[in-house]
């Protein structure tokens, strides 16, 4: 298994360009999430989905969108990109709810506005 | 909201000590995650533990969940145990909480 997997690893945007990450998992897990780093933060979720078809907000997602139409894939737009959304950006997956299970991490897309 | 600390923020130790990372939180949990993240930003589980203590070689983790509270143990750390570890409390669907962290550096 490849595990979680994103693209691309690195990513410098002007402000004001759009972009999508992308997110993809193997594993069959029905839970995704998208998460940002900022230095010397945590984590902060951006959105989450339970399966296809299925999405929902989490602590920041203002400037982001999501979709789920299959259940390998989970990808991040950014709309308007802003310098505040420098960041570097985890995906991760899960095959059971509210922690019940293991989260696996993707390996992170940095990224910069200018 | 939840609240999530972790102490203590920074650590340094020499190679072959023992240490302890704390992370209280604020409400009642039914489980919480451990994480590494490597000096290259790669995250890792460590542990799955709503209570009590699992071992995994030499990291060790305890939950008193009546109390609030998870303890991680690195017993014989070594250079490649440095990085961030992260506390981390389930909320609605699949969120997580994030603490904000204890680096360690392990020095040879």
């Known amino acids: 298994n490849a595990g979680v997997t994103q693209t691309p690893k690195f990513q410098v945007l002007k402000t004001g360009q759009s972009m999508t990450l992308q997110c993809a998992q193997d594993?069959?897990?029905?839970?995704m999430s998208w998460y940002r780093q900022d230095p010397g933060m945590g984590l902060r979720l951006i959105h989450y989905s339970v399966g296809a078809g299925i999405t929902d907000q989490g602590e920041v997602p203002n400037g982001y969108n999501v979709s789920r139409s299959t259940t390998e894939d989970f990808p991040l737009r950014l709309l308007s990109a802003a310098p505040s959304q420098t960041s570097v950006y985890f995906c991760?997956?899960?095959?059971?709810?509210?922690?019940?299970?293991?989260?696996?991490f993707g390996p992170g897309t940095r990224l910069t506005v200018l | 909201g939840i609240q999530v600390e972790q102490s203590p923020p920074d650590l340094i130790l020499q190679e072959g000590a023992n240490s302890t990372l704390r992370c209280n939180f604020s409400?009642?949990?039914?489980?919480l995650q451990w994480f590494h993240q490597n000096p290259w930003g790669q995250l890792i589980n460590l542990f799955y533990?709503?209570?009590g203590t699992k071992q995994n070689g030499r990291l060790s983790a305890t939950t008193v969940a009546t109390e609030r509270y998870s303890l991680l143990y690195i017993s014989s750390s070594q250079t490649t145990d440095s990085g961030v570890y992260f506390c981390a409390v389930p909320l609605t669907g699949n969120q997580f909480y994030f603490g904000t962290g204890t680096s360690l550096t392990v020095i040879p």
């Open positions: 594993m069959n897990h029905e839970y």
């Open positions: 409400d009642s949990v039914n489980n």
């Open positions: 991760a997956s899960s095959r059971a709810p509210r922690g019940t299970d293991t989260q696996y």
């Open positions: 533990i709503p209570s």
